[in-house]
């Protein structure tokens, strides 16, 4: 790792994240079969973004999965360590597979900035959601690229012992330390969503609009798979989640109800909010639209009883 570094690399605590290692045999085919994505298809040192999905191809976990030479990592949220285990034990008879939570003895920190890579000594080719091994400080970091926040990221597993010092360690060499508040701004702004927050079970796999990163169309059956393929074929889905950006002044709170900015149709409703940090005041938003409002630059108003207030939806990325 190098000693020095003159652009600024920020560094995130995120070591409450969910982490299950998946070992034996059948893991890659019994993983596959609850996966949107093609996790057949990953050769160690790569990964993928990808959706559990129940029966009915809604949405109970958003993760990322690693391999490695001898397992598969899932890597979530906080809390969601018991909820996908039970979820893939409930239907392991006699495959020759391991859930193993790693929660409470693994942390991770998340470094993201121009130089991130460089200073990690990483292959600046390193694809999304690829993953090497590394040792710095005297500690073995499992760096895992996964671009939550709109450009190259990199989450660092470690035991949970040495999150504390390692991050300390970072801050020695020039790396900034980045609040929890400031990545949630920054993953709203990036339009990255958060189960729990911009997912629940009641959403459809294609309404969270990570189809391109989340979705194989032409992988093997999967729990889910027959209602995500109906959908498909359907062309679109009656909602999907945007990224709004609010006037200032505006107030949205997770939950308003969103009309069209020209008239009462209803049009949606906010999930995530977070003001920007610049000088404009602006309000950054998550929120799921009906497909005539999902357009970018389409304006919709906050339902509020005293003002108009007023936002744009944005690009998708």
Known sequence: MTETMTDPVTVYDLSDRT???????????????????????????????????????????????????????????????????????????????????????RGELFLTGPVAAQLLMLDPELPPFGSVTREAFGVPLEIRRADILGSPGFLLSVPRSVVESTRHSLLGIGCIAGSAEEFETRRIEAGFPYQGRDISDENLAQEVARTRQCIS?????????????????MGHTNRELRRILFDAGSDPTPGASLRSGDSDDEAGIVTSVAPLKDPTGRIAA??????????????????TLDSACYGVVQATS
């Open 286 to 303: 998550l929120g799921y639209l009906k497909t005539k409002f999902g357009r970018a630059d389409t304006r919709v108003r906050l339902l």
């Open 217 to 233: 169309f032409t992988k093997g059956c999967y729990l889910g798979q027959e209602p995500i393929a109906r959908l498909d074929a």
């Open 19 to 105: 982490q299950i290692e998946l070992t034996g045999a059948d893991r890659i085919k019994f993983l596959n079969g609850f996966s949107t994505n093609d996790i057949k298809s990953l050769q160690a040192g790569g990964g993928c973004e990808a959706f559990l999905t129940n029966v009915k191809g809604r949405v109970l976990a958003h993760v990322f999965v690693f391999a490695t030479a001898n397992s598969l990592w899932i890597d979530t949220i906080p809390g969601q360590e018991t909820v996908i285990i039970n979820h893939l034990d409930r239907y392991l008879i006699r495959e020759d597979v391991q859930l193993n939570g790693r929660s409470q003895e």
